[in-house]
């Protein structure tokens, strides 16, 4: 049996890959536990995961609007990376898996002699590009160099399809998306909304947008609300079902379109149903237009501007729940997504690495320790 310790943070879809990895680890007998924002405790606590919080790091939390130096100072927080290398003093374990936004956790662990594996949930090209943009600007102003950090852990897991990953680099470890899933068979047509559970500015607008889009289209409708969004001050159609909040994998298999602000997360878990997707990127300092553009590029997603007008909206809706090679695309995609069988790929990789350093731990022992 080995032990393994995820470091997160409240991002929302960075949590369902980790986790998903999380549970096939426990299933093969393993000691698995996770560091985490303080809000994080009942959802590990549903997921029925050892967490703690983490003792003196910044707090956070996603559903509430955050301005960008908020979500940067938590990517640069070397108090979380402390945080960790105290727990791991205390209590070690055989592998520290590290969130790919944690650049201060992973300068301290790296300062400390702690080995970790940095853990994608995203495609490794858009982190590549961003690292030169503005984020990476961002974070090399606090002293951080998120590249050679992502590039400093034993491993770099990337769960996602490399056929989608554009500019990811060779040493990367594709395992597949963390889903799972079955080509979709909806009784009728119907319209899946899921917008992103972090309180961006705009997500308010933007839902007002697509709920005038549906108004009366001839199709199920059916929202995803998430922690972030008020729906009094929404203008919401009578037709449309309200959530706030539904499991992915079983309300997919009666869906027939996906619209989403393009999180990685959801994205992957509707080819995994063979699903079409009409992409609104929400936030243009994410990852949100990458995942469109990829996406629309592959056939499977039309990619608009939150901006766009409801009917132009409503015209895309209309294309993608008719038959089309938008259809096809995306049932490609999940077939590809499905063989790969990510979670397992992913748990076992981890395995390899925790069993390694076992390995070297009991050869450096003193003999009489080994026979104690």
């Not at 997160?8 to 093969?28: E, F, I, K």
């Not at 130096?69 to 640069?76: A, N, Q, S």
Request: charged content about 20%; overall charge neutral.
């Amino acid at each position: 049996m080995s032990r393994i310790l995820f470091l997160t943070w409240d991002g929302g879809g960075n949590l369902p890959p980790a986790v998903g990895v999380a549970h096939v680890l426990r299933r093969h007998g393993h000691d698995v536990a996770f560091l985490g924002h303080r809000r994080q405790a009942d959802y590990f606590a549903r997921e029925g995961l050892r967490f703690s919080a983490y003792p003196t790091a910044h707090d956070f939390d996603v559903a509430h609007p955050n301005a960008p130096w908020g979500v940067l100072k938590v990517f640069t927080d070397r108090a979380l990376g402390r945080d960790a290398v105290a727990r791991a003093g205390a209590d070690p374990w055989d592998l520290v898996v590290v969130d790919c936004y944690l650049f201060g956790a992973m300068a301290a662990l790296r300062e400390a002699g702690i080995a970790y594996v940095t853990f994608e949930h995203t495609f490794d090209g858009y982190l590549r590009s961003a690292a030169h943009g503005p984020l990476g600007m961002m974070v090399r102003l606090r002293g951080l160099s998120p590249l050679a950090l992502i590039d400093a852990g034993r491993s770099v897991i990337t769960p996602t399809l490399p056929s989608l990953d554009a500019g990811h680099a060779a040493h990367v470890r594709h395992t597949g998306p963390v889903v799972s899933g079955s080509p979709a068979t909806p009784a009728e047509p119907t319209v899946l909304i899921s917008l992103s559970t972090v309180g961006f500015s705009a997500l308010t607008r933007t839902w007002q947008r697509v709920l005038d889009a549906v108004a009366d289209l001839p199709a199920r409708v059916i929202m995803t609300t998430g922690p972030s969004l008020d729906t009094a001050a929404l203008r919401v159609p009578d037709a449309v079902e309200v959530h706030p909040w539904l499991a992915h994998s079983e309300v997919m298999p009666e869906v027939s379109v996906v619209l989403t602000h393009g999180g990685h997360a959801t994205a992957m878990v509707a080819l995994a149903h063979d699903l079409p997707m009409l992409v609104l990127p929400v936030d243009a300092k994410t990852d949100q237009p990458t995942i469109g553009a990829t996406l629309s590029r592959s056939g499977a997603a039309i990619t608009l501007s939150r901006r766009s007008p409801a009917s132009r909206i409503r015209a895309a809706l209309e294309t993608l729940l008719a038959d089309g090679p938008h259809r096809d695309a995306a049932a490609r995609l999940g077939a590809d997504i499905r063989a790969m069988r990510g979670a397992e790929t992913a748990a076992a990789h981890l395995e390899s690495l925790a069993t390694e350093t076992a390995q070297s731990r009991q050869a450096t022992q003193p003999p009489q320790s080994r026979t104690r």
